[in-house]
């Protein structure tokens, strides 16, 4: 592993763990606030928050592996653990989703009496959303700087966890003016963001995970072609993982040319393409013409 590498991946650890400080400390204001209001919005919202902090140590656990150096089982390196894991959060979510739902559809079937607030649980209430705010905020930023994506993905979870909590707010209020079917409608409609948000992540790893082309093939033939004593290029390939990009190219060059000279060639190539494409490794092939 590069000292690049194990830089970022002890980055994206300590935005993990002070993220799950934070969610530890809303955990157990929600809590108290659900118990003391009898909101199952409330509680689902905890849950929801829970769920951000095993989503938080899961995370660490992940990034430490992604970081591991490249070995004879993983000659590209571990850099797709972490967009694994990416995608095992949105399972995570679909969890929480399933449970809102389910206890949602209870209370408007069943029934149940309305959920009281306090000035004191409403405050405490409005102090986390603006907890989750700044940290989807800060890990946003954290996420796109170090390109990670699992920071980015836990991101748009707490992002999920910043609507349940605006619709708990808003259905507590209405429920106090007699509205009792607020808590569980808008938990119902909170259910639908977090699906969308679900699909997004989904949408930015796949992408990864099935080897779609990293970088546009012609921007790569372009820049070797370049280079002078390249005849053309061709056989372009590229792909992602986690922060890395790779790519393949086959290069052809004068037939007369000594085979240092050649050589030669493909390490500039190598090197434009490194340094214009922000491309991390490169495999050149050289074939005579």
């Known amino acids: 592993m590069s000292i690049g590498e194990a830089a970022r991946a002890r980055q994206v650890r300590r935005v993990l763990g002070g993220i799950l400080l934070a969610n530890l400390a809303v955990v157990v204001v929600k809590i108290s ?3 003391s209001a009898n909101s199952l919005a409330v509680f689902g919202d905890a849950v929801h928050s829970s769920v951000d902090a095993v989503n938080n140590l899961f995370g660490m656990v992940v990034v430490r592996f992604a970081a591991k150096a490249p070995d004879e089982d993983h000659p590209y390196g571990h850099g797709k653990f972490e967009t694994l894991g990416a995608l ?6 679909s969890v929480t989703l399933f449970e809102l739902l389910q206890g949602a559809i209870t209370r408007l079937w069943q029934g149940t009496s309305a959920p009281v607030l306090s000035p004191l649980a409403a405050g405490l209430l409005v102090a986390t959303l603006l907890v989750n705010i700044g940290v989807v905020w800060y890990e946003t930023r954290a996420g796109q700087r170090l390109q990670s994506e699992i920071l980015l993905a836990d991101a748009a979870h707490t992002r999920a966890d910043v609507f349940i909590t605006i619709a708990v707010i808003i259905g507590l209020a209405l429920a106090t003016l007699g509205l009792t079917w607020a808590d569980p409608v808008l938990a119902i409609v909170v259910s639908v963001m977090v699906v969308r948000i679900g699909v997004q992540v989904v949408g930015r790893v796949i992408p990864s995970l099935v080897d779609q ?3 546009d ?5 372009r820049a070797a072609t370049q280079i002078p004593g390249v005849r053309d290029a061709y056989d372009i390939r590229s ?3 986690a922060a890395k990009r790779f790519a393949e190219i086959t290069i052809t060059v004068d037939g007369s040319e000594s085979v240092t000279t050649a050589h030669e060639i493909a390490d500039v ?3 434009r393409l490194r340094t214009t494409l922000d491309l991390h490794e490169i495999l050149v092939h050289v074939e005579p013409c």
Do not use: C, M, S
């Open 239 to 241: 792909r992602a993982a």
């Open 217 to 221: 093939g012609a921007a790569i033939r």
């Open 269 to 271: 190539v190598e090197e």
């Open 88 to 93: 095992i959060v949105v399972v995570f979510l």
């Open 33 to 35: 606030v659900g118990l």
């Open 213 to 215: 082309a990293a970088v």
